[in-house]
Structure formats: C-alpha cells, structure tokens
C-alpha cells in the first residue's frame, strides 16, 4: 500500500511580517529608493514589485529607453527579497523578529541578466521566485515586464544565505 502524500498547508505571512519586510526593502536599502522600487506582492512563492519610469533612469535619450543597469540593479534586488520571503516561509515557527535577522547575511553571488526587448514604458513589473532554497544557497529566477505584460528581460541570481 503507498502513502499518498497530503497537500501542503499554504504559508499565509503575518500583516508584522509583510511590513517589515516592505519596509527593509522600500526604506532602508537606499539604492532601491534611488530606483523607485515598490512591492506589490509578497509570498512565499512570488514576489511582485513595480518600477515606475523616471528622467533619471533614462539609458538612451532619443528614445526615453530603461538604463540596463536599472533593469539589472531591480531584478536583483527582487530575487533578493524573493530569498527573503522563501526563508521567512521556512522558519514559521520563529517570531517575525527571529525570521528578520536571518537576512543579515543574504548576498548576491551571481547574476545573469537577458535584455530581451527596449524597456520603453511608463512603469515596469517585476516578479521573482524561489527555484531552489539550499541551507548556504538560493537560485532564483526573475522577469522584468512592459506594462503590456510584454516580457523584456529575465535574469537568474543564486545568492548565499548563511
């Protein structure tokens, strides 16, 4: 006889959590305020943010076209918190404090962008995912989208977690 095995019990992050959180990531990392990085979603499966187009981002003046450097800079900094987000919905069992001071060690290791399409556009979505969340390591996978939903660059990150 073979044991089937039971549905997951979906991660459902507390309200504490979420804003900590968005607040690390919007407030305290400067740079991400300097891009104009907001979440719009956070879950232990996906992350969301938003980018929305500024005269200071411009990488090509004749046609108001996203810097690559802001693509890449956003896209890793969203793989980033989709590590968080992966770790926080691992260690439930701790309080919210307990579960913010693990990412004092997350950094990138490596990254890899494709610059798929021009970023032209009023704003831009982001989304990243966990693939593999190791005990040293996390891969993640990232896309950078048009407001068409028009995918425009991808990228793939690991990042070390301990």
């Known amino acids: 006889m ?8 979906p991660v459902v992050f507390e309200p504490e959590f979420v804003d900590a959180l968005k607040d690390i990531f919007e407030q305290r990392i400067v740079f991400n305020q300097v891009l104009g990085l907001k979440i719009v979603s956070i879950a232990p499966e996906r992350v969301v943010g938003r980018v929305a187009m500024q005269p200071q981002l411009v990488g090509h003046f004749a046609y108001n076209r996203v810097h690559g450097g802001v693509i890449s800079a956003s896209l890793d900094a969203l793989g980033g918190l989709a590590v968080m987000a992966a770790i926080g919905a691992r260690h439930m069992d701790e309080p919210v404090a307990q579960r913010l001071h693990r990412f004092g060690k997350l950094g990138t290791i490596d990254l890899r962008i494709d610059y798929l399409r021009p970023g032209i556009g009023d704003a831009f979505e982001l989304r990243a995912e966990v693939m593999r969340l190791g005990s040293r390591v996390a891969s993640t996978r990232m896309e950078f989208l048009g407001t068409d939903g028009k995918l425009l660059s991808c990228g793939s990150a690991a990042y070390i977690v301990s």
Request: glycine fraction near 0%; proline fraction near 12%.
């Open 2 to 9: 073979s044991k089937s095995k039971l549905p997951a019990i």
